[in-house]
Nanobody, 129 residues
Framework: QVRLEESGGGLVQAGGSLRLSCAVSGSTLANYAIGWFRQSPGKDREGVSCIATADGSIDYTSDVKGRFTISTDNAKSTVYLQMNSLKPEDTAVYYC??????????????????????WGQGTQVTVSS
């Protein structure tokens, strides 16, 4: 069974950058779409970005387009989320997740996101103003 472990979260000032890592074990990246999601207190979980290495699909939620970049290192079986120009509203627990149905991009999902199959434990990102 695939396992995911996030790292790289922390405290950063507004305008700063962080890079999150999602180490995937138990399978190869090509077998899944990998997504980043986030949840802040009192809010629903929302999708941030996804990537499917099998066909090169990538997607971002509109709030992070131009600021965040998703990428992979297949040799390390790791997915990264480079986050630049961070804002206080980016504060949340960030989760990576794997989807065996390759649901990426999220174009057909309006105001919702697919419920991926396997999830990591999350990493906290806090952006101070």
């Amino acid at each position: 069974q695939v396992r995911l472990e996030e790292s790289g979260g922390g405290l950063v000032q507004a305008g700063g950058s962080l890079r999150l890592s999602c180490a995937v074990s138990g399978s190869t990246l090509a077998n899944y779409a990998i997504g980043w999601f986030r949840q802040s207190p009192g809010k629903d979980r929302e999708g941030v970005s996804c990537i499917a290495t099998a066909d090169g699909s990538i997607d971002y939620t509109s709030d992070v387009k131009g600021r965040f970049t998703i990428s992979t290192d297949n040799a390390k079986s790791t997915v990264y989320l480079q986050m630049n120009s961070l804002k206080p509203e980016d504060t949340a627990v960030y989760y990576c997740a794997a989807d065996k149905w390759f649901r990426c991009p999220w174009t057909e999902y309006i105001n919702t996101y697919p419920d991926y199959d396997f999830w990591g434990q999350g990493t906290q990102v806090t952006v101070s103003s």
